[in-house]
């Protein structure tokens, strides 16, 4: 069964931190897999945070430069963001995106995020 599960969201203070994984199974996870977290907010259009491609290379919104951080392990099937100095803003729903173009374009439920000010 193909499927992408998230894990470690919560509600943060702001300038707190987090730690979300999306455990994939079903899919060769290291071959030209592109591997993103996307975010939405209330009432807003899901946007891309980051990616990363099988090859390390990464990839992030303008909004978390410095702050958010991508990372992924081929071996755990595993990709991670890491959530520095969090802002209210960064609040929404985090989905994990599994992209292998011509092949697949998956996604996982999401895990909620929430900043309080």
């Known amino acids: 069964q193909v499927q992408l599960v998230e894990s470690g969201g919560g509600l943060v203070q702001a300038g707190g931190s987090l730690r979300l994984s999306c455990a994939a199974s079903g899919i060769i996870f290291s071959r030209n897999v592109i591997m993103g977290w996307y975010r939405q907010a209330p009432g807003k259009q899901r946007e891309l945070v980051a990616d990363i491609t099988d090859g390390g290379n990464t990839n992030y919104a303008d909004s978390v430069k410095g702050r958010f951080t991508i990372s992924r392990d081929n071996a755990k099937n595993t990709v991670y963001l890491q959530l520095d100095s969090l802002l209210p803003e960064d609040t929404g729903v985090y989905s994990c995106?599994?992209?292998?173009?011509?092949?697949?374009?998956?996604w996982g439920q999401g895990t909620q995020v929430t900043v309080s000010s």
């Open positions: 995106n599994a992209l292998r173009y011509g092949s697949y374009n998956l």
